[in-house]
């Protein structure tokens, strides 16, 4: 058996994500091997995994892939670790489709015990009826059977004197309790559209090793070490390489919203460069472009200035180059943002002004496949006939969706309708 559980809660904003980076953090000073992982299609909490753990997080999703290819990803990136933890999304059974697509469907999926995080900020013995529904909660569209919630941890409790409260509804709702972190201001995450600027990643640092420090004083790590998942363990071989395409990826804190398993698909058909769109002067030597989504605007003025990887973009689109782009990186290639030029690829013109969020599921036709993406982003562009289209020119395909071809395979996606 393999350790490793999956953190869930009753509803977002529970503080899923402070609790998973501080465990992380902290199962990592035991010189643990920390493979994290994140459920749903969200690109910005396994950023904050990475700088936890130290390695790399993946996504789990079950509208963007089959249960198989989950299981896969699992097998492949937890082989080899100590212990796997899983970040829900949203609250527990809050999916696509009631729980389909829910960290629900992929606890039951895997097996894996949930580390149920309680929100006890303004009550108290309260917690007893939530706890016991949701130990044994039997939903319809998972099989029918109860999700194996290991026992409880509880955020933002008042004192020690609250968390006996908390204590006694456990112990009545028939669930185990790992402990609890205690109400700080401090560790409230600062606004996820902020950028992977040195100053923002030395203020998660921060908050990372004082939410590790309230664990470790708090919450009852041993007996987190020890859950184990049911899933039957299996070796799962990697992608193996099959092509010689020289490939470029864009990564810097202007683009940075990257699926690992989406680039270790891209691995399997040649040689992966990474390069800064901010810092280089030039596209190393490729046969296909990759320019990811991230925060394109909040460096517009320094992405306009490098002229010369500007031109370097523009000419190898207009010379037929392959190029994929998603979202900020579909911002890239247009005439500009707010203001400030970009590669003039695209005639549109991206901006922030009166922002929005965009936010969903996305499907693409590919021939005979259908791939699938997600959309999240508050920008818009202006002179676009369709919002959440896929552009073709020449032989650049842009759009605000992120598309997920780890499953599918990339080259599908030059099979458009």
Request: aromatic fraction near 10%; charge should be negative; glycine fraction near 10%.
């Amino acid at each position: 058996m393999n350790h490793g559980f999956l953190i869930g809660a009753a509803s977002s904003g529970s503080g899923k994500t402070t609790f998973t980076m501080g465990i992380l953090r902290a199962l990592r000073r035991r010189n643990l091997r920390v493979q994290p992982y994140k459920c749903g299609p969200d690109y910005i909490d396994p950023l904050f995994h990475h700088l936890a753990a130290g390695s790399e997080s993946v996504n789990l999703d079950t509208f963007l892939s089959s249960p198989e290819h989950v299981r896969t990803l699992f097998h492949r990136y937890g082989e080899g670790a100590d212990i796997c933890v899983a970040e829900g999304v949203m609250g527990l059974f809050d999916g696509y489709d009631r729980a389909l697509g829910s960290s629900a469907e992929v606890a039951s999926l895997l097996r894996l015990p949930v580390v149920l995080l309680v929100n006890a900020q303004s009550t108290a013995y309260s917690v007893a009826p939530l706890i016991h529904g949701f130990r044994t909660f039997a939903c319809p569209s998972l099989g029918g059977r109860p999700l194996h919630i290991a026992g409880v941890v509880f955020n933002k409790v008042g004192s020690e004197r609250h968390f006996r409260f908390l204590q006694s509804a456990c112990e009545d709702a028939g669930m185990p309790c790992f402990g609890y972190i205690p109400r700080n201001a401090a560790l409230n995450i600062p606004s996820r559209h902020l950028g992977l600027t040195i100053s923002t990643c030395t203020e998660m640092e921060r908050l990372i090793s004082l939410a590790a420090a309230e664990i470790e004083a708090h919450v009852d790590i041993a007996s987190l070490m020890a859950l184990e998942c049911g899933e039957d363990w299996k070796s799962s071989q990697s992608e193996p390489h099959t092509g010689n395409l020289q490939i470029a990826v864009a990564r810097d804190e202007a683009f940075n919203f990257i699926y690992r398993a989406n680039v270790d698909a891209l691995a399997s058909l040649g040689t992966v460069t990474w390069f800064s769109p901010l810092r280089d002067r030039a596209l190393p030597p490729c046969d296909l472009l990759y320019l990811p989504g991230g925060y394109p605007e909040l460096v517009a003025g320094e992405l306009s200035a490098n002229t010369s990887m500007r031109e370097s973009v523009r000419c190898f689109a207009e010379a037929g180059g392959r190029v994929f782009a998603e979202c900020g990186g579909f911002m890239y290639l247009c005439r500009s943002i707010d203001g400030q030029s970009m590669c003039g690829v695209f005639p549109f013109e991206a901006t922030m002004a009166d922002a929005r969020l965009h936010l969903g599921y996305r499907q693409l036709r590919c021939g005979d496949t259908t791939v699938c993406g997600h959309e999240f982003h508050y920008s818009r562009c202006e002179g676009m006939p369709q919002p959440n289209a896929v552009y073709r020119y020449k032989n650049v395909m842009a759009g605000y969706p992120h598309w997920y071809w780890a499953e599918t395979g990339f080259e599908r996606l030059w099979n458009t309708d």
